[in-house]
């Protein structure tokens, strides 16, 4: 995320971010929506830091092979993109695991964990294929 640079005017006083004088309050921002982003809520993480507790996690939406380890969804982030990612914590310092080729590769550094809300469902596909969408209303989307 990159903010505005400061910049300062001989005419109003030094000016803050967002073309507002720090001596005046700017308008209030937007209200929050009560719904989350189309794309959920993250949580910013690094392979340098412990995973959060379940109070902030939230549920594992699946199990690992093993049937009893959890596995959380997330965004393993890299210089010039950004992948789909596998969080396994009983995975100690190599939790953060990427798809590719058949197999599962190590990330190190930051990634995202998604957590798995009441508002999500998982939808079974197979053999590389989407699965057939249908709208609220039943009508093939």
């Not at 995973?51 to 959890?70: E, I, K, N, T």
């Amino acid at each position: 995320m990159q903010f505005p640079e400061a910049s300062a005017s001989q005419d109003r006083g030094i000016l803050g971010f967002g073309g507002h004088s720090n001596t005046s309050p700017g308008p209030h921002p937007p209200a929050y929506s009560a719904h989350p982003p189309s794309s959920g809520y993250r949580i910013p993480l690094s392979t340098d830091a412990p995973f959060p507790p379940s109070v902030q996690a939230g549920r594992a939406p699946c199990l690992d092979a093993d049937g009893s380890s959890p596995v959380y969804f997330g965004s393993a982030l890299f210089t010039n993109s950004v992948h789909p990612c596998k969080i396994a914590p009983h995975l100690g310092s190599t939790l953060c695991r990427v798809p590719y080729g058949g197999g599962e590769h190590e990330h190190r550094g930051r990634y995202d964990l998604l957590p798995f809300t009441d508002d999500m469902e998982l939808i079974p596909a197979s053999g590389g294929a989407n699965p057939t969408w249908t709208s609220a209303c039943g009508r093939r989307i």
